[in-house]
């Protein structure tokens, strides 16, 4: 699903899994991640931003082609910013997550989205200016979207309240 209030007074903004945000002012982008990934990108001269956080890396079949896969998230959040205005030379994108644990999961999904993103950021020209991917730890990510800051919270449990902190204002 897709999300873009341009109009609404945003200050905070909590994106799902499977979810892409492009946020015409200031705002704080949170997300939770373990091994879905996030691709936030920031148009330099703009000064605005938007993130995706997606679960698997492809779909093959576009009857589900849907923002819970890598290679439509990241396209659908590149043509909404170039839709929004923005120009492939000024964006710039940082990619995180792609955690892996063994014990959860035999297969490491999260390296396969990691090399999604970063096939389609490469195939689109789109220079990735920091990572932060791998290991065993899930994050929680907080993406400024008027600064390009990121911070990004290292846990090993995730908590509920990590996932949906904003469940009593929805």
Known sequence: MINNFK?????????EPGYIFLAEKPTSISTVIGSCVSVCIYDRKRKVGGMNHFQVPFATDSDQATAR?????TITLIRMMIHDGSKI?????QILGGA?????SPKDIGF????AAKRI?????IRVTSEDVRGGKGRKIVFNTGTNEIAVFKVDKL???DWYPY???R
């Open 7 to 15: 109009n609404k007074a945003t200050e905070n903004y909590y994106l």
């Open 69 to 73: 896969f890598g290679n439509v998230a």
């Open 89 to 93: 030379k000024n964006l710039e994108a």
């Open 100 to 104: 892996h644990n063994s014990t959860i």
């Open 112 to 115: 396969e989205n990691i090399m």
């Open 121 to 125: 950021l490469t195939r689109e020209r």
């Open 159 to 161: 908590r509920e309240s």
């Open 167 to 169: 469940r009593n204002d």
